[in-house]
T-cell receptor, first 115, second 110 residues
Framework: ETGVTQSPTHLTKTRGQQVTLRCSSQSGHNTVSWYQQALGQGPQFIFQYYREEENGRGNFPPRFSGLQFPNYSSELNVNALELDDSALYLC??????????????FGNGTRLTVT | EDQVTQSPEALRLQEGESSSLNCSYTVSGLRGLFWYRQDPGKGPEFLFTLYSAGEEKEKERLKATLTKKESFLHITAPKPEDSATYLCAVREGAGNMLTFGGGTRLMVKP
């Protein structure tokens, strides 16, 4: 069974630039979520995709956007990068949208540094 | 607004010294409390899900318990390899969004 994989593992961008992060879901999982984890803090929910549509969003501005593809892989796009966007971006996959026995399984994240 | 608070922020134990980590939460309509382990530079690794007060789950040296307002992660006779950050999270209402606490950083010295 292949777990959740994310690319790239590390990335450095300049303020104002745009970035795309990628995620491949665990085999058999059809729901993908993205979280932002600042250093020393717990992850914060950005949004979730199910059947290629966004079906939940946290308190993040519209410059954070995403896509889910038919093979359940996903992208997170961030426009107009700000210094505070520097964080570990985690992708998590699961089965269903509100299933009792469906914990999130996380990838190892992409460490984004904005200078 | 959902709130999840973990304590202590950091905990140093000697190998074999048992202890407990606390996770307090305020949500309306809990649909699961989750414990994860996170090693440096890695993503969170799923440990347990608890759904109702009184429920307990065990895995090796770890036992998680749940009441109506908090959850405890008990660590019995810890080993250095148990050193990690332990995160708890709650799921509330429809959807699959998790609200995480800030984590407890556990260090077990040999």
């Amino acid at each position: 069974e292949t777990g959740v994989t994310q690319s790239p593992t590390h990335l450095t961008k300049t303020r104002g630039q745009q970035v795309t992060l990628r995620c491949s879901s665990q085999s058999g999982h059809n729901t993908v979520s993205w979280y932002q984890q600042a250093l020393g803090q717990g992850p914060q929910f950005i949004f979730q995709y199910y059947r290629e549509e966004e079906n939940g969003r946290g308190n993040f501005p519209p410059r954070f956007s995403g896509l889910q593809f038919p093979n359940y892989s996903s992208e997170l796009n961030v426009n107009a990068l700000e210094l505070d966007d520097s964080a570990l971006y985690l992708c998590a996959s699961s089965t269903g949208t509100a299933m009792r026995n469906s914990p999130l399984h996380f990838g190892n994240g992409t460490r984004l540094t904005v200078t | 607004e959902d709130q999840v608070t973990q304590s202590p922020e950091a905990l140093r134990l000697q190998e074999g010294e048992s202890s407990s980590l606390n996770c307090s939460y305020t949500v309306s309509g809990l649909r699961g409390l989750f414990w994860y382990r996170q090693d440096p530079g890695k993503g969170p690794e799923f440990l347990f899900t608890l759904y109702s007060a009184g429920e307990e789950k065990e895995k090796e040296r770890l036992k998680a318990t749940l009441t109506k307002k908090e959850s405890f992660l008990h660590i019995t006779a810890p080993k250095p390899e148990d050193s990690a950050t332990y995160l708890c999270a709650v799921r509330e209402g429809a959807g699959n969004m998790l609200t995480f606490g800030g984590g407890t950083r556990l260090m077990v010295k040999p």
